[in-house]
Nanobody, 129 residues
Framework: QVQLLESEGGLMQAGGSLRLSCTAS????????MGWFRQAPGSEREFVAA????????YYADSVKGRFTISIDNAKNTVYLQMDNLKPEDTAVYYC??????????????????????WGQGTRVTVSS
């Protein structure tokens, strides 16, 4: 069983930056992609970004493209989400996800309804205007 440990979110001002991290307790050698989803209050969970474990190819939701950067440290089993130029609409609980059978683009297309291998517990990010 793999556990995903996410860093703490926080309360940020619009225009600010925050980096989230997610560390897997163990490496599943079939890991294909790691990614982030988010769920705003009263809204459905949505895809944010994903990265391929080996090639480091990435895929982003249009809403965060150019502002968020996903990266991975394979040695540390850790994926990062650098969030810059934060907006109030980025307020959400952010969830890390790991899967062995999808590409980053597929993660973005299939969204949160797909049965991914592992989910993190979520970390809250609040952006004030």
């Amino acid at each position: 069983q793999v556990q995903l440990l996410e860093s703490e979110g926080g309360l940020m001002q619009a225009g600010g930056s925050l980096r989230l991290s997610c560390t897997a307790s163990a490496r599943t050698f079939s890991t294909s992609a790691m990614g982030w989803f988010r769920q705003a209050p009263g809204s459905e969970r949505e895809f944010v970004a994903a990265i391929n474990w080996n090639s480091h190819s990435t895929y982003y939701a249009d809403s965060v493209k150019g502002r968020f950067t996903i990266s991975i440290d394979n040695a540390k089993n850790t994926v990062y989400l650098q969030m810059d130029n934060l907006k109030p609409e980025d307020t959400a609980v952010y969830y890390c996800v790991v899967d062995s059978g999808v590409t980053p683009q597929a993660m973005g297309v299939m969204g949160p309804g797909y049965e991914y291998d592992y989910w993190g517990q979520g970390t809250r990010v609040t952006v004030s205007s």
